[in-house]
């Protein structure tokens, strides 16, 4: 992929209607962008079925959720829950008696896990163990979908797995280097990336965020085939990221944010979506903003990219009700601290020559540099202490409306979605967000 395919138009089509079936694959917790997408499947009246990953026992081993769990899940959902665990990736599986992968990470500490080493053979042994459970759950969760869904339906399934890294405490300590250090306390993402650990994270990141959406597509065959049979349509989609269009010195220009550890995962999910689109299968990767979720607030400096939206709403015509998202932000920030002033500092940011050499979208994902970290964690700590309370920041307010932009820009789209991979930038979402104030 030479350069990115971005979403220009508003989308206006609309297949989808009461009686068709949303299913939302990947447990819905907190706040993210799936809750867009059910928001406009409930405004249309379809019945929303969703999955759940299960939970572990006290022995780890995968079980159903229990009546109480099951209850509050479906509640959150507003719809019906499949209680067959589809927890993704293989960190806590392995052949019967053997160690987990988790369990071979339990004794690395800070100063060993740059030179210990894995059993290659034995961790592959681990993930076709976990391949096989995903796929067996995945078959006995599309057997009941089957039952529920109607001839001639229209069905969209939004994949909505991501992550995989392991639960060991040593991961934890090089997290917060890598993402949050700077100076003596700054570590390289490219140090995790060469090591033994660094690799099977990204093996398990592969698992959770892209090759699920591989299994969904190919364990809905039956269905899909049922369903284009009797006159209905199948549609896939799946969330991305790979860097995002914002404004920059007066035009909109890609750029990301470094390092995303799970970037190598997004790509491969994007692969997915091509090669079912090359077999007339509508899958489509919607490759999102940056904003703050529970996710990503591990990634300090990744919100530095939502202020310009601010900009992007002015410019996109948003008159009265635009103004109205500047003077909330103006709110939050400490007297004497201005929202121009705020966006100054971003302007300054994007300008430097450091942010310049990482807008590489051929390169992309970058590891990072310990003069980024100082840059991107400095900025991000000037800004946050420019507001009244550090709960309630500006970028609480635009990830909030990003959320609320993405969810009928992807519902729409993926009715008659125009490529497999495609970029919600801020200029779009902006006139989505403009459309339904105005």
């Given at each position: 992929m030479l350069a990115p395919t971005s979403l220009r138009e508003i989308p206006k089509t609309n297949i989808f209607r009461k009686g068709d079936v949303f299913v939302l694959f990947g447990e819905l917790f907190g706040r993210g962008y799936a809750n867009g997408l059910i928001n406009e499947a409930r405004k249309a009246g379809m019945t929303i079925i969703g999955i759940t990953v299960g939970r572990r026992d006290e022995n780890n081993a995968l079980r159903p959720l229990n009546s109480e769990e099951l209850a509050t899940a479906e509640s959150n959902l507003g719809g019906k829950i499949i209680n067959v665990p589809l927890m993704a990736g293989f960190d806590l599986d392995a052949p019967a008696g053997e160690p987990t992968p988790t369990d071979l990470l339990a004794d690395m500490t800070l100063k060993s896990w740059q030179d210990d080493k894995l059993d290659w053979a034995h961790i592959e042994k681990c993930r076709e163990v976990g391949i096989k459970r995903f796929k067996d759950?995945?078959?006995?969760?599309?057997?009941?979908?089957?039952?529920?869904?109607?001839?001639?339906?229209?069905?969209?399934?939004?994949?909505?797995?991501?992550?995989?890294?392991?639960?060991?405490?040593?991961?934890?300590?090089?997290?917060?280097?890598?993402?949050?250090?700077?100076?003596?306390?700054?570590?390289?993402?490219?140090?995790?990336?060469?090591?033994?650990?660094?690799?099977l994270i990204l093996m398990n990141f592969d698992e959770v965020t892209a090759n699920t959406f591989q299994y969904l597509i190919e364990g809905s065959a039956s269905i899909r085939a049922r369903l284009e049979k009797t006159g209905g349509q199948t549609r896939y989609t799946a969330y991305g990221y790979h860097g995002t269009e914002i404004a920059i010195d007066h035009h909109n220009e890609w750029q990301t944010y470094t390092s995303y550890t799970q970037g190598k995962a997004k790509m491969r999910l994007e692969r997915v979506a091509e090669a079912a689109w090359a077999q007339g299968i509508k899958a489509t990767v919607y490759n999102c903003p940056e904003i703050r979720t529970n996710s990503s607030d591990i990634f300090v400096g990744?919100?530095?990219?939502?202020?310009?939206?601010?900009?992007?709403?002015?410019?996109?015509?948003?008159?009265?009700?635009?103004?109205?998202?500047?003077?909330?932000?103006?709110?939050?920030?400490?007297?004497?601290?201005?929202?121009?002033?705020?966006?100054?500092?971003?302007?300054?940011?994007?300008?430097?020559?450091?942010?310049?050499?990482?807008?590489?979208?051929?390169?992309?994902?970058?590891?990072?540099?310990?003069?980024?970290?100082?840059?991107?964690?400095?900025?991000?700590?000037?800004?946050?202490?420019?507001?009244?309370?550090?709960?309630?920041?500006?970028?609480?307010?635009?990830?909030?409306?990003?959320?609320?932009?993405t969810g009928p820009l992807m519902f729409y789209e993926t009715s008659n979605p125009s490529a497999p991979v495609l970029w919600l930038n801020h200029d779009i979402i902006a006139k989505k967000l403009n459309q339904m104030h105005q």
């Open positions: 759950s995945v078959a006995k969760v599309m057997s009941q979908l089957d039952g529920m869904i109607a001839d001639g339906s229209n069905v969209f399934f939004a994949h909505t797995m991501a992550g995989g890294i392991p639960k060991v405490k040593v991961f934890l300590a090089i997290a917060n280097r890598i993402y949050k250090g700077r100076g003596e306390r700054f570590l390289s993402s490219s140090a995790l990336l060469n090591s033994d650990l660094g690799k990744v919100e530095l990219s939502l202020f310009p939206l601010l900009k992007a709403l002015k410019t996109e015509n948003g008159g009265a009700w635009a103004e109205a998202q500047w003077q909330g932000c103006r709110a939050l920030l400490q007297e004497g601290n201005s929202l121009e002033g705020l966006l100054q500092k971003i302007d300054d940011y994007n300008a430097s020559s450091i942010m310049q050499r990482f807008r590489n979208f051929a390169a992309w994902p970058m590891d990072n540099s310990a003069e980024l970290a100082d840059l991107m964690i400095g900025t991000s700590d000037e800004i946050t202490k420019m507001h009244l309370d550090q709960k309630a920041l500006v970028t609480d307010l635009l990830s909030a409306l990003v959320l609320e932009g």
